[in-house]
């Protein structure tokens, strides 16, 4: 059985950083795609940040690029996002996610790459 434990978020003012983590359990993540996505109240689960399962490239939408790092730590079993520079619109709730196939270099840009999630962790950030 797999498990996601997100952890850090918390409220934040504008300009400030917070760090997630999500450890995992179930789930080896040095072989599996990983991602963050988020959901803002009334929008949808969109994706802020991914790596997949076969190297360490790494994706982010325009809207995080240069303000968020994906990484993992293999040793931990545990995926961080690091945040910085955090805006108001980055506000949502933000949710870990293990990839469906093993050492996938394919689909981990999409939710679609994704089978297992976890509950999500709340982020506020206050202008």
């Known amino acids: 059985q797999v498990r996601l434990v997100e952890s850090g978020g918390g409220s934040v003012q504008a300009g400030g950083s917070l760090r997630l983590s999500c450890v995992v359990s179930?789930?080896?993540?040095?072989?599996?795609?990983m991602g963050w996505f988020r959901q803002a109240p009334g929008k949808e689960r969109v994706i802020v940040a991914a790596m997949p399962g076969s190297d360490a490239n790494t994706y982010y939408p325009d809207s995080v690029k240069g303000r968020f790092t994906i990484s993992r730590d293999n040793a931990k079993n545990t995926v961080y996002l690091q945040m910085t520079s955090l805006k108001p619109e980055d506000t949502a709730v933000y949710y870990c996610?293990?990839?469906?196939?093993?050492?996938?270099?394919?689909?981990?840009?999409?939710?679609?790459?994704?089978?297992?999630w976890g509950q999500g962790t709340q982020v506020t950030v206050s202008s």
């Open positions: 179930g789930r080896t993540v040095g072989d599996y795609s």
């Open positions: 996610a293990a990839g469906r196939y093993y050492r996938d270099s394919y689909s981990y840009t999409a939710a679609d790459g994704y089978r297992d």
